[in-house]
Nanobody, 120 residues
Framework: QVQVVESGGGLVQAGGSLRLSCRAS????????MGWYRQAPGKQRELVAT????????NYADSVKGRFTISRDYTKNTVDLQMNRLKPEDTAVYYC?????????????WGQGTQVAVSS
């Protein structure tokens, strides 16, 4: 069994900061890519930032470059998203995503989501 759990969402004024955290636990052999996606009301889920464990490559959506920073702790199976200079258009449910090898399979896991609301 594998679990992916997010924390750290909330309500903040425009220009403020929030930090999201995500931890994967369970029968994990290896975690490959971990990252964050978001879904605003009436919109499709979109990539925010990802980080690959093998290459270390980091990808950001253009809309968050220079404001958000993704980081991983490989010893704790966690991925964090530091969000600075938040804008009302960042309002969404943020989901943690992880590509995880267990003993039997490679599978993509999603967290339950955490709400981020930015007021103008």
């Amino acid at each position: 069994q594998v679990q992916v759990v997010e924390s750290g969402g909330g309500l903040v004024q425009a220009g403020g900061s929030l930090r999201l955290s995500c931890r994967a636990s369970g029968s994990i052999v290896r975690i490959n890519t971990m990252g964050w996606y978001r879904q605003a009301p009436g919109k499709q889920r979109e990539l925010v930032a990802t980080i690959d464990s093998g290459s270390g490559q980091i990808n950001y959506a253009d809309s968050v470059k220079g404001r958000f920073t993704i980081s991983r702790d490989y010893t704790k199976n966690t991925v964090d998203l530091q969000m600075n200079r938040l804008k009302p258009e960042d309002t969404a449910v943020y989901y943690c995503n992880a590509d995880i090898n267990t003993r039997d399979m490679l599978k993509t896991y999603w967290g339950q989501g955490t709400q981020v609301a930015v007021s103008s």
